[in-house]
């Protein structure tokens, strides 16, 4: 039995960052960039107005009050998306929208507020009364604040999240090089299980690891790739991976302890290699690990890591999220593999039994500026429920054999993902 970290270095070992590809960037969220933007034009490309007023000359607002106001002559209209091509001269004013490019000779925008504007019968008036002394600059946005032409506005190996969709689209880029998604090939294995598309047989259950493995496939950026469900026989199991050896990984549930039908090891043994089968762990005792043989597109030989998941139905969501993800991570060229880690205080004892890493199903709440970790019930690893209740996995060190109520504990937070981590 190998320790939780030996495992996932193992499994880490066999995985490889993939290939780049051209994404549309709505669809690249979640996904890293392969190439460093750099911007061809400025943003904003021309110097405009950040509120709506007046394009004046800071010189022409001198001892300008509202005793005393200065009037300019109102030479145009310029809103948001057109160009004036009158220039400011002394004694002018155009009158301008937030957004519009400010004319030539103006040096700084003085708002409605600060006019008379509002006093006036109506908005096309020849002339406008200035209120107040701007300072030259003053409401100007100018070409380039946000970006300059030529600077490096986003670097290679940035997560792309909402923002950097949108710093993407300022740049008027449509389509982004990103390193692509790994497509995981999802298989149930069991003499007992039926799709959730077919009626239930007495002595049957309804598959859901493929279900929920498919989700957090999903949820972590991968691509699942559905193989259905393989019989407890080496003849099945082998003909359902096959059909998936051109995914980037195969990940089984089932099939992995030591009962007469638990075929998954044997099959990796056979068509592959195995790495290793027992991890010192709770739930996920049972979980194997190797790379089956497989060929590549350039007809190469190649291997494609096999990650068995217990068949329970908690321990197969308990070790995809501590193995599986952070080889998707990996694949997806994230440097940040580890789920987010907090400190908090238990609510409830916890004994290990056996000398296994206990990770237990709890709810974490905050109170005041610390976490409670409650359990969610019963701990048992067919109780799926538990995940559905659980915000998080409260971790019970392998040597800890009691945790008593009011411990310090660590919790992994399975709602957040890593790129919430500061
Ligand atoms: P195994 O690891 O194959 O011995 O399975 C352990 C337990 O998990 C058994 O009670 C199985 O019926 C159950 N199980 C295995 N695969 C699935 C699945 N795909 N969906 C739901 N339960 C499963
Ligand atoms: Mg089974």
């Not at 239930?200 to 690891?209: D, H, Q």
């Not at 998080?392 to 008593?404: C, K, Q």
């Amino acid at each position: 039995m190998i320790s939780v970290e030996e495992a996932l270095e193992k499994v880490l070992s066999y995985v490889d960052v993939l290939e780049a590809e051209s994404a549309p960037i709505l669809e690249s969220q979640g996904q890293v960039l392969a190439e460093d933007i750099v911007s061809k034009i400025d943003i904003p490309p021309l110097d405009n107005a950040a509120m709506d007023g007046y394009a004046v000359r800071a010189d022409d607002t001198r001892g300008a009050s509202g005793q005393s106001p200065r009037f300019l002559r109102v030479i145009d209209t310029v809103i948001a998306g057109a160009i004036s091509r009158r220039e400011v001269t002394q004694g002018t004013a155009v009158r301008i929208m937030t957004g519009a490019p400010v004319p030539a000779g103006a040096d700084s925008v003085i708002r409605f507020e600060d006019t008379d504007e509002a006093g006036r019968q109506s908005s096309n008036s020849h002339e406008i009364g200035i209120l107040c002394e701007v300072r030259s600059g003053l409401n100007i946005r100018c070409a380039g604040e946000d970006i300059a032409r030529g600077a490096t506005v986003l670097g290679k190996g940035t997560v792309i999240r909402p923002a950097e969709v949108g710093v993407l689209a300022s740049l008027g880029m449509s389509t982004v090089k990103v390193i692509r998604r790994p497509v995981v090939a999802v298989l149930a294995t069991g003499n007992e299980l039926v799709d959730i598309s077919q009626p239930l047989p007495a002595g049957k259950i309804y598959n859901s690891n493929t279900y929920s493995v498919a989700a957090l496939v999903r949820r972590y950026g991968g691509i699942p790739k559905i193989l259905g469900i393989a019989l407890d026989s080496e003849k099945s199991l082998v003909t359902k991976l096959r059909q998936g050896l051109d995914a980037d990984m195969l990940i089984t549930s089932g099939g992995v302890s030591v009962g007469d039908y638990d075929m998954v090891k044997d099959v990796l043994a056979s068509e592959g290699e195995i790495s290793f089968w027992t991890v010192r762990m709770k739930p996920g005792k049972p979980l194997a690990f190797g790379a089956f043989r497989g060929v590549a597109k350039n007809g190469s030989p190649r291997r494609i890591p096999h990650l068995g998941l217990p068949g329970n139905p908690v321990s197969s969501m308990v070790t995809f999220e501590l193995f599986a993800r952070p080889a998707m991570l990996k694949m997806m060229g994230k440097k940040n593999l580890a789920k987010p880690v907090i400190d908090a205080v238990l609510e409830e004892p916890v004994v290990n039994t056996d000398g296994r890493r206990m990770y237990i199903r709890a709810i974490i709440t905050k109170r005041g500026n610390k976490h409670y970790a409650r359990l969610t019930g019963p701990q048992g690893s067919g109780i799926l429920t538990s995940m559905s209740l659980a915000n998080g996995l409260v971790v019970i060190p392998e040597d800890t054999a009691r945790a008593r109520a009011g411990d310090m504990v660590k919790v992994i937070m399975l709602g957040w993902d890593e790129e919430n981590n500061i």
